[in-house]
């Protein structure tokens, strides 16, 4: 059994075949149904925990639809009716899940609580996003890009806005698919030193360039996420927006990339702040395929997790 915890402490070739394992998936399913099973049902007979501690729909619909389509079933918990919200220890909460379940999924604020709940579970967990990583996002982006433009490594990848945690995870893949990653944002937003320094420990290539223009100069690939986080307070909006409001990813800002440069934003956005609805509706973008393939790529993580 295996914890998909994050990108980095994963092994490149198991990330490898994940990513090439959910493409199978994807195209063998063929304009099937979506409420119908996979010919394959590795997940007959199991049963998934979905644990949410913040709001969510991409992650808890395409968990829950992946484990169906794999024979499965599903549990979705939200974090304020367990017992965990009230006192109960993440350990025993692990230890007890484990009684009953196969597989668990969540989605929290500290890392801590996912690794506590790892450390302690019997069965696989999975990173659901923290307020740290999102590995699951960036799988799928990454397949989302090898879709559309072939291998990712070598290409450049310009991420524009806040340092935050979808940032981290797709700094981490830089290290393990090869790619090279260039921050652009303001400085008190720039990402959590530690996550660059172990990239760059493991061979990743991250730059922080401070001029959004120069940049994403001959990107392949240009990215942004919401300028204020589930977990980030709300009392901070105005201030960072006002910091990033000249990080915003606009037609200007995609002219500068390569001409048939790519555009994700894992959602949801809010439009006309961290990218105008322009970029999100135009040529470049690939919003939804990443939506989709969260489908894909969590049903090769899932497996992968079970050894099925
Ligand atoms: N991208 C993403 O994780 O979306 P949700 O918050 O809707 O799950
Ligand atoms: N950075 C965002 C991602 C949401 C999917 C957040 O943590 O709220």
């Known amino acids: 059994m295996n914890h998909f915890l994050d990108i980095l ?6 990330l490898r075949s994940m990513i090439d394992h959910a493409r199978a998936m994807k195209d063998a399913r063929n304009g099937r149904p979506k409420g119908k099973a996979d010919d394959e049902m ?33 549990m979705v918990l939200s974090g304020a009716d367990m017992q965990l919200g009230h006192g109960e220890t993440i350990a025993d909460t692990a230890r007890v899940l484990s009684r009953y379940v ?3 999924m969540i989605r929290t604020f500290e890392e801590q609580t996912l690794i506590e709940m790892a ?11 923290t307020n740290r990583t ?11 890009f090898e879709e559309h433009r072939g291998p990712i490594r070598g290409r450049k990848v310009v991420w524009s806005g806040d340092g935050n945690n979808v940032f981290a995870s797709f700094a981490h893949a830089s290290a393990r698919f090869g790619f090279d990653l260039v921050f652009t944002g303001p400085k008190p937003l720039d990402p959590d030193p530690e996550i660059l320094d172990a990239v760059r420990d493991a061979g990743g290539r991250v730059e922080i360039v401070r001029d959004p223009m120069q940049a994403v100069e001959g990107a392949d690939l240009v990215v942004t996420d919401t300028w204020v986080s589930m977990h980030d307070p709300q009392s901070a909006k105005e201030r960072r ?21 790519l555009f994700m ?29 969260r489908l894909h790529a969590q049903k090769a993580v899932m497996r992968w997790c079970l050894g099925v």
């Open 102 to 104: 196969d597989l668990i």
């Open 42 to 74: 590795p997940l007959d007979g199991r049963m998934v925990a979905l644990i949410f501690e913040k709001p969510s729909t991409r992650t808890r619909v395409s968990f829950d639809v992946g484990v169906r389509q794999m024979g499965g079933e599903t």
């Open 241 to 261: 927006h006002n910091q990033l409001r000249g990080y915003q990813v606009n037609s200007e800002l995609m002219g500068r990339a390569k001409p048939d440069a």
């Open 119 to 129: 450390e302690n579970a019997t069965v696989p967990v999975i990173n659901g996003l």
């Open 265 to 293: 934003h894992c959602l949801p956005a809010h439009r006309d702040d961290e990218a105008t609805s322009e970029v999100m509706d135009g040529p470049h973008s690939v919003i939804f395929d990443e939506a989709e393939n």
């Open 134 to 144: 999102h590995p699951c996002q960036i799988m799928a982006d990454i397949m989302t």
């Open 9 to 14: 402490p994963t092994a490149t070739d198991d």
